[in-house]
């Protein structure tokens, strides 16, 4: 299976938490059923991007870098590579590269969707992310690093995110009930 299929496949099958989350599921099926590209960054101005919402192991606490480039605090997550195989793989790997931390235990099923504009993606300036956002919980007593692709990397308690857009706001809250 490849990885468009996987991706195609995982958002079919998936149970959307609310009605806007339905809307944007809808958009996502459509996208990949008209763009067998959509996965890729040669995809404008959408394609399809994997994060991941690291929580600590007691729940308490989220994971975020400092995009370098945005400038915000974020989930971890970015581009598809030719080299995975699942959405949920690209999530782990990206999480994976922009944390240090090894032995996540991540769900394999999407917790949120968020399509939003990348103006530094792409040389147009006009590019959407269509994101397929992941949850993991990190093992006990490892630290995080920070990669290239981040100024700063550190855990924040749920309730006192550094940059609380509702979008973060509903990821945690989401990823949260899902581990309850």
Same mark, same amino acid.
């Given at each position: 299976?490849?990885?468009?299929?996987?991706?195609?496949?995982?958002?079919?099958?998936?149970?959307?938490?609310?009605?806007?989350?339905?809307?944007?599921?809808?958009?996502?099926?459509?996208?990949?059923?008209?763009?067998?590209?959509?996965?890729?960054?040669?995809?404008?101005?959408?394609?399809?991007?994997?994060?991941?919402?690291?929580?600590?192991?007691?729940?308490?606490?989220?994971?975020?870098?400092?995009?370098?480039?945005?400038?915000?605090?974020?989930?971890?997550?970015?581009?598809?590579?030719?080299?995975?195989?699942?959405?949920?793989?690209?999530?782990?790997?990206?999480?994976?590269?922009?944390?240090?931390?090894?032995? $996540?235990?991540?769900?394999? *099923?999407? !917790?949120?969707?968020?399509?939003? /504009?990348?103006?530094?993606?792409?040389? @147009?300036? &006009? #590019?959407?992310? $269509?994101?397929?956002?992941? *949850?993991? !919980?990190?093992?006990?007593?490892? /630290?995080?690093?920070?990669?290239?692709? @981040?100024? &700063? #990397?550190?855990?924040?308690?749920?309730?006192?995110?550094?940059?609380?857009?509702?979008?973060?706001?509903?990821?945690?809250?989401?990823?949260?009930?899902?581990?309850?």
């Amino acid at each position: 299976m490849s990885l468009h299929d996987d991706a195609l496949a995982t958002l079919t099958d998936w149970s959307a938490p609310t009605d806007a989350q339905r809307r944007l599921q809808e958009r996502y099926v459509e996208h990949l059923r008209a763009h067998p590209d959509g996965l890729t960054r040669a995809c404008v101005p959408d394609h399809l991007t994997a994060s991941t919402l690291v929580l600590s192991p007691d729940h308490d606490r989220v994971l975020l870098t400092l995009h370098a480039k945005a400038e915000r605090w974020f989930q971890l997550g970015g581009h598809c590579e030719p080299g995975d195989e699942t959405l949920s793989g690209a999530a782990r790997r990206e999480a994976v590269e922009e944390s240090g931390l090894s032995g $996540l235990r991540l769900d394999p *099923v999407p !917790v949120q969707l968020s399509e939003h /504009a990348v103006p530094f993606c792409g040389s @147009s300036g &006009d #590019v959407h992310h $269509l994101d397929v956002r992941f *949850v993991a !919980v990190a093992p006990a007593g490892v /630290a995080p690093a920070v990669s290239d692709e @981040s100024l &700063d #990397v550190r855990w924040w308690a749920y309730d006192a995110l550094p940059d609380p857009q509702p979008d973060l706001v509903e990821l945690v809250g989401l990823a949260r009930r899902r581990l309850a």
